[in-house]
């Protein structure tokens, strides 16, 4: 297993906690089905989705997520090829009913940030009953760390991200895909994970010649609200200002969903999101990259543990634990629902 980006038993137990949320979930989407804009009258969510299996080993219940390692099995690649990848999904595209639509979504987690850093120190139920609630502290070595709000990668992390990079470079010269449209949750963690694993590959600063990447052509990362992490209570989970986040990212191309707001209007010292609540926000996100990106068939989104569950449980995805940098990627069928498409 690769020495920096390795699952540990608390990814495994994130991953399969809150299990009676998903039963939670169904009634939600349910009753949000078929709820309107009450400006244009178009259906919020028009879209419904299941995974396509038979791309990737994650999908296979046979799979053991404690021993998967993402870096040797080829990010978990289930077919002969890359090639063999492209050809299948492009047929599935090419053989689809005019209201369906298959695309390849890579759900990315961040590296390890000082908040991660603390929970390895003090404890899964510390961290969730006291320091999750603090910017930081002083450790016994005099060293200062702080995770909130809104922490940056740790030096692990940046690592991490970097041997992503090295990764995704050696798969893309074996034919693997680079993703032709990237989204980011607004945390610095997340933003920075996903310049430093595309950095040369399909992002560059906006004086960096565009020739060079791999892609042949600069990309414009999208931050969106509806990548974040868990909202509420634990300020590591509380974003900076928009003005924050265009002074790190803007250089890289990065640009923000319309509408998003200058501060934090979501995050909430005295509740928590429930996982059928994010999970709804999950299914707002793929609605969004179904509805309106229909050429994009290869997507790239970099979030956060809690995120990449949600995203999950929208999709009815087996879990599967995902560690620090670690990625999981889904081929996703979309099916838009005909008597919708004309509201």
């Keep these: ?7 540990t038993q608390c990814d495994v137990e994130d991953a399969h906690a809150n299990c009676e949320q998903e039963a939670i979930y169904r009634d939600l989407i349910s009753e949000a089905r078929y709820q309107r804009d009450p400006e244009t009258g178009k259906i919020l969510r028009p879209w419904r989705f299941e995974v396509v299996q038979g791309f ?4 296979d219940e046979s799979t053991d997520e404690l ?3 993402l870096v040797k099995e080829n990010f978990g690649l289930a077919l002969s090829s890359w090639t063999a990848l492209k050809n299948k999904l492009d047929e599935l595209n090419l053989n689809r009913n005019p209201h369906e639509s298959y695309k390849l979504l890579i759900c990315a987690r961040h590296g390890q940030g000082y908040h991660n850093q603390a929970v390895s ?10 320091w999750s609630h603090c910017t930081g502290t002083t450790l016994p070595d005099g060293r200062e ?3 909130g709000p809104d ?6 992390g940046e690592k991490q991200a970097d041997e ?10 074996e034919g693997a895909p680079i993703p032709t449209r990237y989204f980011s949750s607004p945390f610095t963690r997340s933003c920075m994970t996903l310049v430093r694993t595309w950095k040369g590959i399909s992002i560059c600063e906006e004086n960096e010649d565009q020739d060079t990447l791999l892609s042949s052509k600069r990309h414009l990362p999208i931050i969106t609200e509806n990548l974040r992490e868990t909202i509420g209570s634990h300020l590591c989970d509380k974003r900076s200002s928009k003005e924050i986040i265009a002074q790190r990212f803007s250089r890289f191309g990065f640009t923000f969903e319309r509408g998003f707001e200058e501060e934090d209007i979501y995050y909430r010292d005295d509740w928590r999101e429930s996982l059928s609540e994010q999970s709804l926000r999950a299914d707002a996100f793929l609605q969004d990259v179904f509805e309106n990106y229909p050429d994009d068939i290869y997507i790239s989104s970099t979030s956060h543990a809690g995120e990449i569950r949600a995203i999950i449980t929208a999709l009815g995805h087996r879990k599967f634990a995902i560690p620090t940098a670690g990625t999981i ?5 979309g099916t838009r629902i005909q008597k919708d498409s004309i509201a």
């Design 56 to 59: 990737f080993k994650q999908s």
């Design 145 to 147: 760390i702080v995770w």
């Design 121 to 130: 120190i003090f404890g899964i139920e510390e961290w969730n009953n006291h």
């Design 1 to 7: 297993m690769s020495d920096l980006i390795k699952v």
């Design 329 to 333: 990627p889904i081929v996703i069928k």
């Design 164 to 173: 992503l990079n090295r990764a995704w470079r050696r798969q893309i010269e």
């Design 151 to 156: 922490p940056m990668l740790t030096p692990l």
């Design 67 to 69: 021993s998967f390692d």
